[in-house]
């Protein structure tokens, strides 16, 4: 079960195995560095203990032995700056709090997908960028603003959102950075109270039902007695 060396007996450079002989566990150096292993043998986890858990710098690996995770741990957690990959290619970098992310970068394929805040690893406060780089989207606050842009950086929508869509109040821009329209959205469409412009003179003031215009007719509003 184990073989190595004892101080003031406790365990200080040993190995550990598990019931098919291959190591799990090893404590080198006298230094608290620890490899840790799973059942088949494979290295999991290289870093630094205390107090039996993850405490400093170290590194984890999948079970195909890539490097998952490089940074720093405090009580067996994440914590502080690390590195996650996935794949062997790098997925985010930046600060982490207790195992979640708390800031930094996000990547996709290896290009810059987001950079900003997460709360509890969803993206909270930010902007994100397309393919080539440009910023096509901002949250705020974290109060669900956002500004979005086109492929050349122009602001085209700025305005509230959930889920993921446009819902609440919003304003569009033309390429010029000229109002189109501001009012309510649902579900990423316009719905309710709005204006339209068009080149900067008000086009129409009304209501709206899933993306278009309820027109009132004349006679409409009245009833034949």
Do not use: A, P, Q
């Not at 930046?94 to 950079?115: D, F, M, P, S």
């Not at 910023?135 to 085209?156: A, H, P, Q, S, W």
């Not at 869509?165 to 959205?185: A, C, M, P, S, V």
């Amino acid at each position: 079960m184990f073989e190595g060396k004892y101080k003031n007996d406790l365990r200080w450079n040993v190995k550990r195995y598990n019931s098919l002989g291959n190591i799990i566990y090893e404590l080198k150096d006298v230094k608290g560095l620890i490899k840790e292993y799973n059942y088949d043998g494979n290295l999991i986890f290289e870093g630094e203990y205390l107090n039996g858990k993850r405490n400093g710098h170290g590194k984890e690996y999948d079970w195909n032995g890539k490097l998952e995770f490089e940074g720093k741990y405090l009580n067996g957690k994440r914590n502080g700056n690390g590195k996650d990959y996935k794949d062997g290619k790098l997925r985010f970098e930046g600060e982490y709090l207790y195992n979640y992310k708390l800031k930094g970068k996000y990547y996709i394929n290896e290009k810059l997908e987001y950079e900003g805040e997460f709360l509890y690893e969803k993206k909270y406060n930010g902007k994100r960028y397309d393919e080539i780089g440009n910023i096509i989207c901002e949250l705020i606050n974290g109060t669900g603003k956002v500004k979005e842009y086109d492929y050349r950086g122009r602001l085209e929508f700025e305005g509230e959102y959930i889920n993921g869509k446009r819902n609440g109040i919003g304003k569009e821009y033309d390429y010029d950075g000229r109002l189109t329209f501001e009012g309510e959205y649902l579900n990423g469409e316009r719905h309710g109270k709005g204006k339209e412009y068009y080149n900067g003179e008000l086009e129409f003031e009304g209501e709206y039902l899933n993306g278009e215009r309820i027109e009132i007719k004349e006679n409409d509003s009245c009833i034949n007695i």
